[in-house]
């Protein structure tokens, strides 16, 4: 079946480590999108990718990295240099118009210990 | 700036009691408004598209309309089922590439 497969579920990160969430999709879908989800506050565009080798950053890329080198991967880093990282992280794919909407992975849950 | 608000922001309801949601929007052109279903710990299920005024989607107990300025999600008769967060979501036409803007979800709870 097609699908996003987001890994690990759950992850937990110490202070100064840097991260990385894996993001992968079989749905031939063109774009690729990360969302931080935190409590209170809905889904906020962290990264997004339209075509292999580009990205943009969203609204809250500080601290983040992101590479699309394979149009079926998107992995998301979380750096050290993001303050607080503790979130529930969803990457989503689509068609290049979204008209049908996003189609999202089952989420990582972050956390600082 | 765009913006979208959902209201109430959490909703709770005795079995079979039907209700809607609020979707707010402000956008600078609406290319489409979004509704999906979130349960605890999973990622966001689509639901519908909307794309312009008076268009109307139903889906089971599920009926989305739009208007200029909002969304409403309609729920008859609901089911314990029907418990989640739903989010609302808008494609802003001045918005590069097809990246949604979020609401932060209304939490309907249905009660037996």
């Known amino acids: 079946d097609g699908g996003i497969t987001q890994s690990p579920k759950y992850l937990f990160r110490k202070e100064g480590q840097n991260v990385t969430l894996s993001c992968e999709q079989n749905l031939n879908h063109d774009a690729m999108y990360w969302y931080r989800q935190d409590p209170g506050q809905g889904l906020r565009l962290i990264y997004y990718?339209?075509?292999?080798?580009?990205?943009q950053k969203g609204d809250i890329a500080e601290g983040y990295s992101v590479s699309r080198e394979k149009k079926e991967s998107f992995p998301l880093t979380v750096t050290s240099a993001q303050k607080n990282p503790t979130a529930f992280y969803l990457c989503a794919s689509s068609p290049w118009t979204a008209n049908y909407g996003y189609t999202f992975g089952s989420g990582t849950r972050l956390t600082v210990v | 700036e765009d913006q979208v608000t959902q209201s109430p922001e959490a909703l709770r309801l005795q079995e079979g009691e039907s209700s809607s949601l609020n979707c707010s929007y402000t956008?600078?052109?609406?290319?489409?408004l979004f509704w999906y279903r979130q349960d605890p710990g999973k990622g966001p299920e689509f639901l519908f598209t909307l794309y312009s005024a008076g268009e109307e989607k139903e889906k089971e107990r599920l009926k989305a309309t739009l208007t200029k300025k909002e969304s409403f999600l309609h729920i008859t008769a609901p089911k314990p089922e029907d418990s989640a967060t739903y989010l609302c979501?808008?494609?802003?036409?001045?918005?590069?590439?097809?990246?949604?803007?979020f609401g932060k979800g209304t939490t309907l709870s249905v009660s037996s």
């Open positions: 979501a808008v494609q802003a036409r001045n918005q590069a590439g097809t990246a949604l803007i």
């Open positions: 990718s339209q075509i292999v080798n580009d990205f």
């Open positions: 956008v600078s052109g609406l290319r489409g």
